[in-house]
């Protein structure tokens, strides 16, 4: 045989992406819109997104079980349809979503703590800055927190008033 008959009759492979890598791009475009689903209208607003995508948005916004699925799915591909430069833009704007909570966290933990060792102080200096919370539950909470501190049980009641107050920050 030839060099050129070999060569022929060697097998010829496609050439095809990888699907492993394509279906963990899919995921991680479902989870942006799963998240999309659960911004508020103004938020969503501010986002550089068709209408037809905030239609989509909307229509899963009200939707429960299985059908949600197929929705965020369906908002999923019209995510990979959009221009880059604006998918772009979703995936900063979740990164900076995802570090406002973490520092919304983090003070919650640090207002926590400060509650505990300053006591009625910082509860007006914390209402005076959010109006929103509740003066009795917070001093609830926070005297609970301190007993629990002292006898040196679990943290349970401050990592309550910690949900608490990160939930006011939301607002």
Known sequence: MSDEELQSTKKVYAIRPNKTALKKEHVKVQKLARELVNKTPPALAKLPLNDNLLLQIEVASQIKGGA???QIK?????????????????????????????????YAKQCCEALIEQGDEYISELIQKYPQLDRQTLRNLMLQAKREKQAAKSDKTQQKLANYIKQHLKA
Request: hydrophobic letters at 45%; zero cysteines; glycine letters at 0%.
């Open 68 to 70: 949600l699925k197929r």
């Open 74 to 106: 369906h908002i999923a591909n019209l995510l990979l349809d959009l221009e880059e430069q604006d998918f772009d833009f979703l995936l900063d704007e979740k990164n900076q979503l995802i570090l406002a909570a973490a520092q919304r966290n983090t």
